[in-house]
């Protein structure tokens, strides 16, 4: 009895909970069956032996089944989906900007943008938000699996849950930015006024600079390739874009300023104007914001690399063999040129 007790306390505890309850779980089943079973069997011993043999048989068919015939691995399932959902987040962080900048390109647009359309492209980054549970129980089953395909002993799943972590604390950021997008419909209405115009190109290389450090990251977990230059080169292009943008919004008092005298004439209009800045303003901060935690998903991405042990990308591999065959060259090409030398030399000397 206190066994049974003990089993069903332990589940309160977060570390079993996480990692045993199912077995904890077949044990108490077990315990009570041939504990109340010993009232009305004799052969209690035989009824327990029975019982075990039951459970192996039925664990050796599992894993069979699962091994052999239909191999089903979590840690495979949720290499998938932390590849998928930096996709869609890439996806989202583009689609949100391009939304904005395209509802208001004129009066056709605005009208257009009063019913804001939803794609899946859009709605990609709730995918990321709501796969905390599939996450954590794929990293708990992942933990009992044999090594199979690249997925050694040992591999890191635990990393596997810090990067998607990291991607819900980006894609909380990409929520706020849709959410200002949508309540822009009606304030698209306005005049496109300059600061609009003056932030549009700015806006929209940070997006597609931070959806190509998205891609470029889940390429290499895809690949199980270590991160290459091409990553590193595209978070310096994405934070030279970014400081771009910052230099355009400290210009974007004077266009409030131009703006405003343009449209004094309408008393509606200032005021329209100065709530579009201010959506604007707003979306040029969240950008900038997901563009700082895009980095911490980089570096989530560089520590699974590190502790998985990616193999280095094959094109920066090819690249850094390539380059000391260069001197090679150049040292083949002064002896040829030396050997000639040396040969009009001698037939002048003969002459």
Same mark, same amino acid.
């Given at each position: 009895?206190? $066994? ?44 327990? %032996?029975? =019982?075990?043999?039951?459970? $192996? ?10 091994? +052999?015939?239909?191999?089903?691995? !979590? ?13 869609? @987040? ?38 990321? +938000? ?10 708990? @089953? ?9 997925? $050694? ?5 635990? %990393? ?38 003056? +932030? ?6 940070? !997006? ?6 998205? =891609?470029? $990251? ?61 959506? @604007? ?67 002048? @000397?003969?002459?």
């Amino acid at each position: 009895m206190n $066994a049974a007790a003990a089993a069903t306390f332990s589940r309160f505890i977060p570390t079993v909970k996480a990692r045993f309850d199912y077995g904890v779980t077949i044990f108490i089943l077990t315990y009570s069956l041939v504990a109340v079973s010993g009232y009305r069997v004799d052969e209690l011993a035989a009824l327990a %032996q029975q =019982r075990v043999s039951t459970i $192996a048989i039925g664990i050796f068919l599992c894993l069979s089944v699962s091994v +052999l015939i239909c191999p089903v691995w !979590a840690g495979q399932e949720l290499h998938r989906a932390t590849v998928r959902n930096m996709d869609r @987040l890439a996806d989202a962080v583009e689609a949100c900007v391009d939304d904005y900048f395209a509802a208001g390109a004129g009066a056709a647009g605005a009208e257009a943008s009063s019913k804001p359309k939803t794609t899946k492209a859009d709605e990609g980054y709730k995918c990321v +938000l709501n796969s905390k549970a599939s996450e954590d129980a794929q990293a708990n @089953l992942a933990r009992w699996e044999p090594a199979h395909g690249r997925f $050694a002993f040992r591999h890191p799943y635990d %990393q596997y849950r810090s990067v998607g972590a990291a991607m819900r604390h980006c894609a909380y950021c990409v929520e706020a930015l849709r959410g200002c997008v949508r309540s822009s419909a009606a304030a698209v209405a306005a005049p496109c006024h300059a600061s609009r115009r003056h +932030l549009a190109g700015a806006c929209t290389r940070v !997006a597609g600079q931070c959806a190509a450090v998205l =891609r470029a $990251a889940s390429t290499s977990v895809n690949t199980m390739a270590a991160p290459s230059r091409g990553l590193d080169l595209a978070v310096l292009e994405m934070n030279a874009a970014v400081e771009e943008l910052q230099a355009d919004l400290r210009t974007l008092p004077s266009s409030l300023l131009l703006a405003a005298e343009a449209t004094a004439e309408e008393p509606a209009a200032p005021t329209m104007v100065m709530v579009g800045a201010a959506q @604007l303003f707003t979306i040029a901060s969240l950008l900038v914001e997901v563009s700082v935690r895009i980095e911490g998903v980089v570096d989530a991405v560089d520590t699974l690399a590190n502790l998985a042990g990616f193999d280095l990308d094959l094109e920066s591999a090819g690249d850094e063999n390539e380059k000391p065959a260069e001197p090679a060259k150049n040292v083949t090409e002064q002896s040829e040129g030396n050997s000639n030398n040396e040969s009009t030399t001698m037939k002048m @000397l003969a002459a």
